[in-house]
């Protein structure tokens, strides 16, 4: 079913993914498994409902079916589903365009997403037993990841919901408070 929805700053264009598993056989792969099919889809009042995008996400996932999503006045980032990758595309691009992957997954769910000027933030399960989750962020440009968290992560009662940042920090609220770490 449909997830998290986005929308541009300026109001112009609402998005969303789409997230379904079906036959592998239809796409070439082993008959009687699953692949997941993500569709990246744009609303906008001039053009109505298009899909921008289809991708396959990895056929051994661990993750639901599921996708955060953000976006600014020029792109749109998305989880691609199953490996926690981070996926870009541009606002205007046409239907069928393929998405650039911006960051590689850590094969674990990703929790929250959210984007300013210069950097995608997304926290991550960690994995570790007792649920401890990593906040993360890239450049909108590409290049090496951040880890902006201690080692071995926040608890899950500290889980990153709501990331917002200004700029010095990076905060987000868990546990009925609000909490801060330098970006």
């Given at each position: 079913?449909?997830?998290?929805?986005?929308?541009?700053?300026?109001?112009?264009?609402?998005?969303?993914?789409?997230?379904?598993?079906?036959?592998?056989?239809?796409?070439?792969?082993?008959?009687?498994?699953?692949?997941?099919?993500?569709?990246?889809?744009?609303?906008?009042?001039?053009?109505?409902?298009?899909?921008?995008?289809q991708?396959?996400?990895?056929?051994?996932?661990?993750?639901?079916?599921?996708?955060?999503?953000?976006?600014?006045?020029?792109?749109?980032?998305?989880?691609?589903?199953?490996?926690?990758?981070?996926?870009?595309?541009?606002?205007?691009?046409?239907?069928?365009?393929?998405?650039?992957?911006?960051?590689?997954?850590?094969?674990?769910?990703?929790?929250?997403?959210?984007?300013?000027?210069?950097?995608?933030?997304?926290?991550?399960?960690?994995?570790?037993?007792?649920?401890?989750?990593?906040?993360?962020?890239?450049?909108?440009?590409?290049?090496?990841?951040?880890?902006?968290?201690?080692?071995?992560?926040?608890?899950?009662?500290?889980?990153?919901?709501?990331?917002?940042t200004?700029?010095?920090?990076?905060?987000?609220?868990a546990?009925?408070?609000?909490?801060?770490?330098?970006?």
């Amino acid at each position: 079913g449909a997830t998290d929805i986005a929308i541009t700053p300026d109001g112009s264009s609402v998005f969303f993914v789409a997230l379904t598993q079906v036959d592998a056989g239809m796409f070439n792969g082993p008959d009687g498994g699953l692949v997941t099919i993500g569709y990246l889809y744009r609303w906008r009042g001039d053009t109505g409902l298009t899909i921008m995008t289809q991708f396959q996400t990895p056929t051994n996932s661990t993750i639901g079916l599921r996708s955060k999503i953000a976006a600014d006045n020029s792109n749109v980032y998305f989880e691609d589903g199953a490996s926690g990758s981070i996926l870009l595309l541009a606002v205007d691009a046409p239907s069928g365009t393929p998405p650039t992957v911006l960051s590689q997954g850590h094969g674990r769910s990703i929790y929250e997403l959210f984007v300013d000027d210069d950097r995608v933030y997304f926290t991550v399960d960690t994995a570790t037993p007792g649920g401890y989750y990593q906040i993360y962020s890239v450049s909108k440009c590409g290049g090496a990841e951040t880890i902006h968290t201690a080692a071995g992560g926040l608890p899950w009662n500290y889980v990153a919901a709501g990331l917002m940042t200004d700029s010095q920090f990076i905060y987000w609220g868990a546990s009925s408070s609000v909490y801060r770490v330098a970006k």
